[in-house]
């Protein structure tokens, strides 16, 4: 059988945390962790001609990580990121660099023509240049791969109008509680979570919407089921990444078969994994795999 196709198509970058810099960005590091889990991962996006962008070559090409990074004349992307007592990462991010402007070409058709998955967010979408490209890969896949929109709401960088028409583009959403607090102040949707997360789904008539709570748990909804599930208690080092892997793992099991029950399963057990390592990319053990 052949071994499914997925893309993160948005922001790389570097997490520049206290300690150093660690290679983040949310497309990328879906891509890595499903290339961790046996599917075929690539990651899109743009880099500078400059020292930081030479380092995430060598990084992906190290990791294994297949890639289409375009040169760029803007800088390579970073993110100044600092961590509260709870492991909880704030983010500063730089504006003008290289993943604001990748360009569709036909190279990325061709990609898109194959996609059996994509994982995109709101903050590759701050330009036009990198929207326009997400727009058109999305409209260029297949009629059944699946195409999550995870959220990601970075400071100022999305519009009401943006993240709907995402809403629209998409057939999964991923998002955290925070996030589904500004969406349902943002479209004036009442109830409780569950409530508001069924509501959204049909709306915009997705196949399954992912809810993440933090350490109060984790939902996957659909149209004809909800699965909750508690997060585990482990010691966290810092959560950067880890909802990027918890879609990673959702997607890879479903594109393997399993239910929508054993992949929320392993999404969380990837998930919490991660939170106990620094950075976003850790290696995963084989018992995760």
Same mark, same amino acid.
């Given at each position: 059988?052949?071994?499914?196709?997925?893309?993160?198509?948005?922001?790389?970058?570097?997490?520049?945390?206290?300690?150093?810099?660690?290679?983040?960005?949310?497309?990328?590091?879906?891509?890595?962790?499903?290339?961790?889990?046996?599917?075929?991962?690539?990651?899109?996006?743009?880099?500078?001609?400059?020292?930081?962008?030479?380092?995430?070559?060598?990084?992906?090409?190290?990791?294994?990580?297949?890639?289409?990074?375009?040169?760029?004349?803007?800088?390579?992307?970073?993110?100044?990121?600092?961590?509260?007592?709870?492991?909880?990462?704030?983010?500063?991010?730089?504006?003008?660099?290289?993943?604001?402007?990748?360009?569709?070409?036909?190279?990325?058709?061709?990609?898109?023509?194959? /996609?059996?998955?994509?994982?995109?967010?709101?903050? /590759?979408?701050?330009?036009?240049?990198?929207?326009?490209?997400?727009?058109?890969?999305?409209?260029?896949?297949?009629?059944?791969?699946?195409?999550?929109?995870?959220?990601?709401?970075?400071?100022?960088?999305?519009?009401?109008?943006?993240?709907?028409?995402?809403?629209?583009?998409?057939?999964?959403?991923?998002?955290?509680?925070?996030?589904?607090?500004?969406?349902?102040?943002?479209?004036?949707?009442?109830?409780?979570?569950?409530?508001?997360?069924?509501?959204?789904?049909?709306?915009?008539?997705?196949?399954?919407?992912?809810?993440?709570?933090?350490?109060?748990?984790?939902?996957?909804?659909?149209?004809?089921?909800?699965?909750?599930?508690?997060?585990?208690?482990?010691?966290?080092?810092?959560?950067?990444?880890?909802?990027?892997?918890?879609?990673?793992?959702?997607?890879?099991?479903?594109?393997?078969?399993?239910?929508?029950?054993?992949?929320?399963?392993?999404?969380?057990?990837?998930?919490?994994?991660?939170?106990?390592?620094?950075?976003?990319?850790?290696?995963?053990?084989?018992?995760?795999?």
């Amino acid at each position: 059988m052949k071994t499914k196709t997925v893309v993160g198509l948005g922001e790389v970058l570097w997490d520049v945390f206290p300690e150093g810099k660690k290679l983040g960005g949310a497309p990328a590091n879906f891509a890595y962790h499903a290339a961790q889990l046996g599917l075929d991962g690539i990651v899109v996006s743009a880099i500078g001609n400059d020292e930081l962008g030479d380092e995430i070559v060598a990084c992906f090409e190290d990791k294994g990580l297949p890639h289409m990074l375009e040169s760029s004349s803007c800088p390579t992307g970073t993110v100044q990121v600092s961590v509260n007592e709870r492991g909880v990462p704030k983010y500063t991010i730089e504006e003008g660099v290289a993943w604001d402007n990748i360009l569709y070409n036909e190279t990325l058709r061709a990609l898109a023509n194959r /996609a059996d998955c994509i994982c995109f967010g709101s903050l /590759a979408q701050r330009n036009s240049v990198s929207r326009n490209t997400i727009e058109q890969f999305l409209n260029d896949m297949p009629v059944d791969s699946y195409k999550i929109f995870d959220i990601n709401l970075r400071q100022h960088f999305y519009t009401k109008e943006q993240i709907e028409k995402s809403f629209f583009l998409c057939n999964i959403l991923k998002i955290n509680d925070d996030e589904l607090g500004k969406v349902c102040d943002m479209f004036s949707i009442v109830g409780t979570s569950i409530q508001q997360c069924r509501t959204l789904l049909v709306t915009y008539g997705w196949k399954i919407l992912i809810l993440t709570c933090g350490e109060m748990g984790s939902y996957v909804v659909t149209p004809e089921e909800v699965s909750f599930l508690e997060t585990p208690k482990v010691k966290v080092v810092d959560t950067v990444g880890a909802g990027d892997s918890f879609t990673a793992a959702f997607c890879t099991l479903l594109l393997k078969g399993e239910s929508i029950g054993e992949a929320h399963r392993r999404a969380v057990d990837v998930s919490a994994y991660v939170c106990t390592q620094a950075g976003a990319m850790p290696v995963l053990p084989n018992h995760l795999k």
